[in-house]
């Protein structure tokens, strides 16, 4: 039998321990035997300790009642279940008779035997931690293995309330039971047992060709293949370049010895621009992979066909290099990344991603004939994949109509409400409420991307020359996308958010919204988490010592959000209104829903050009590059065009009639 621990601290699967020798002890304690008499008459205080006095006997037995009650409730009979389910409501706890006892230990019958993949979660975790694995869709044993395995150390962080240490000791008591499950947790997910110890070795990782067993390359799409991302590859020297066929024979400007110290090479050109680093990244190790891997050539051996057959191989990747989403330090990293609902199927590129892949190849192997790496160019004679040219590209579908506009800033305002004038609200949900509120605004109302709100700084926030004391003018200068800079309007509302956000962050805000030039300009991000997540990737990018202990802040190190961490937040916290906001048609919460960080920059560019905003001001405030893209807000709404279209024909229709 087994014993439910009590307290979180404990594992949370139940550990099986119970003797017959306790049965009939707890069988006496129901028919109301004093537990000092059961203590002196069924145990040794030398060899049992939970008989050493009558309240540590009592408080034994009345553990081993509820593991059983609570077994008997998952796996007896309705009637059963009722009948306790009553009992505990009217008692505080089950009050059991000689029979109804029988009947709950028939019940719990199930703890008697080992752990099987079959068994459901409910008899082995606690009721809590079983409801919140059922909203995942895990229902078995067997099952939460196979999600732990197939998300790694990560796989509890979709979960509400289930945090490193109770996942770990979850995890810790599946690998205890590996041998009756008959089932293995992989090595990379994390537990107690491996605290301290790397998930990943720190050496490199070297791939080789998939072989059949006569030595040549293999077609199968079935194994799984030995991948790694690009900061940890290593190849075969016979597949590394060094003595490729296509290597130049010119001095070479670069101190490149091999194909990887070539590639690196070309993308230390962006060491300064992480998102373009980003990707440039992703599609070179995907092409060095598939070279490597799949082709069994070096990159300085690949010719015309071979692009071709690359081309190709963008339109359905090897299943094999699919999966989803983890750590670049997780073995189960690949290079094309699926959602979890895809998991398993494969990942086709659309054609628009097709062609950013081989131009890109194109443009980076270009650079390397330049710098004398390689004599040729392969690419150039591979055509691009054909691409529909779309008419519009953006999804300003998300743009928030007017009123949903307005009346969500309003929401906003109420949550935002001083604690003091609203003792009832959480003070933690409040800082996060004036968090998103002016991150919301600032994108709402000056048109920013997720990035540059992200990056803008409180120094590059000044009163305009071009205000009045009647009327004052805020701007904030950016550096947006392609590294221009420019300067956007800020309103009086965003102001007031933020002065209320820099509050939350123990900043002096006073002189920033003073309207008067400061003596000393304040420094620091705009928008910055007040509450730390207490992960060791949040203290290592907030520099904190969490002396005061999780959520704390410390205003001395003042790190702004990440683009990804602020849209994050605000989906989160989208997600809380379209739950709770009162009066939203089903319409409106499909809205909200559909909403992202970017909807906003969206609803900045369809309310200002509907409220009769020059178009050419639009496009200064939202740093489109051309006109033509702004224009794509100024479209009359579909039902309109229709109708008017509608009565073109009907009047062309009646002139016969008239003549």
């Known amino acids: 039998m087994a014993e439910r621990p009590s307290g979180s601290a404990h594992p949370v699967a139940l550990e099986r321990g119970y003797t017959t020798k306790d049965f009939t002890a707890l069988r006496a304690y129901v028919q109301r035997i004093p537990p000092a008499v059961i203590a002196r008459t069924y145990y040794d205080p030398d060899d049992d300790p939970h008989a050493a006095t009558p309240g540590v006997m009592e408080r034994h037995l009345n ?33 059991l008779t000689a029979v109804t006892f029988r009947m709950v230990a028939e019940a719990a019958q199930l703890a008697a035997a080992p752990p099987h993949p079959d068994h459901p979660i409910g008899a082995w975790l606690r009721p809590r931690v079983a409801r919140r694995l059922k909203g995942e869709g895990i229902g078995t044993l067997g099952e939460l ?36 499950l008959g089932l293995t947790v992989n090595a990379d997910v994390d537990s107690v047992e491996q605290d301290g110890v790397p998930l990943v070795a720190a050496e490199r990782v070297e791939v080789v060709p998939d072989l059949d067993s006569s030595g040549h390359l293999t077609e199968r799409l079935t194994g799984r293949l030995t991948l790694a991302p690009l900061e940890r590859l290593a190849v075969p020297h ?24 070539a590639v690196r090479a070309y993308l230390n050109r962006y060491r300064d621009q992480p998102k373009t680093l980003r990707a440039y990244t992703r599609e070179l190790e995907r092409f060095l992979l598939w070279a490597v891997v799949l082709r069994g050539k070096a990159l300085s051996d690949l010719r015309v066909d071979d692009c071709e057959a690359y081309k190709d191989f963008l339109k359905s990747p090897d299943p094999r290099f699919v999966g989803e989403r983890f750590a670049r330090t997780s073995p189960r990293w690949r290079p094309f990344a699926l959602s979890t609902s895809e998991a398993g199927g494969s990942a086709s590129l659309s054609t628009e991603s097709q062609r950013y892949a081989v131009r890109l190849l194109r443009s980076a192997f270009a650079w390397l004939v330049d710098v004398r790496y390689l004599a040729g160019n392969p690419w150039t004679a591979v055509n691009d994949p054909p691409v529909i040219r779309r008419r519009n590209t953006m999804k300003i579908e998300r743009a928030l109509p007017a009123d949903l506009w307005r009346r969500l800033r309003d929401e906003l305002d109420v949550r935002c409400a001083d604690e003091r004038a609203a003792p009832w609200r959480d003070s933690r949900n409040g800082v996060q409420w004036r968090a998103v509120r002016a991150a919301i605004l600032l994108m709402g109302d000056s048109g920013l991307r997720r990035e540059e709100a992200a990056s803008a700084r409180r120094e590059d926030l000044a009163p305009s020359v071009y205000g009045t004391l009647e009327r004052p003018v805020w701007e904030l200068t950016i550096v947006g996308k392609g590294q221009r800079e420019r300067t956007v309007p800020v309103s009086a509302a965003t102001l007031t958010a933020l002065r209320a956000h820099w509050a939350d962050r123990a900043k002096d805000s006073e002189d920033a919204v003073a309207g008067e030039a400061p003596d000393v300009v304040p420094q620091g991000p705009l928008l910055a988490p007040v509450i730390i997540p207490w992960t060791e990737a949040s203290r290592r990018r907030h520099r904190q010592g969490r002396e005061g202990g999780v959520g704390d802040f410390n205003p001395g190190v003042d790190a702004g959000y990440t683009a990804d961490g602020l849209n994050r937040l605000i989906g989160r916290m989208l997600k809380i209104l379209i739950e709770t906001m009162e009066a939203l048609s089903l319409d409106e919460r499909v809205r909200l829903g559909q909403a992202n960080a970017h909807a906003f920059r969206h609803t900045f560019g369809t309310q200002s050009v509907a409220n009769e905003v020059p178009v050419d001001v639009v496009q200064k405030v939202l740093g489109h590059a051309s006109l033509q893209t702004t224009t794509i807000y100024v479209q009359a709404e579909r039902k309109r065009v229709l109708e008017e279209v509608a009565g073109y024909y009907a009047r ?5 009639a008239k003549r």
């Not at 009722?82 to 009050?95: E, M, N, T, V």
């Not at 062309?652 to 016969?656: C, I, N, R, S, T």
Request: charged share 20%; hydrophobic share 40%.
């Open 652 to 656: 062309l229709a009646m002139e016969p």
């Open 238 to 261: 016979a597949l590394s370049g060094a003595d490729g066929e296509n290597r130049s024979t010119a001095f070479c400007y670069i101190q490149a010895q091999h194909d990887l110290d």
């Open 145 to 180: 293995v196979a999600f732990c395995n197939r998300r790694g150390a990560s796989w509890w962080r979709s979960m509400p309330r289930i945090g490193r240490g109770r996942a770990r000791a979850i995890v810790s008591w599946l690998r205890r039971q590996q041998t009756a």
């Open 63 to 95: 553990r081993m009642l509820d593991t059983l009650v609570q077994l008997a409730l998952a796996h007896g009979s309705t009637a059963l279940a009722d009948y306790l389910r009553a009992s505990i409501r009217q008692h505080g706890q089950p009050k």
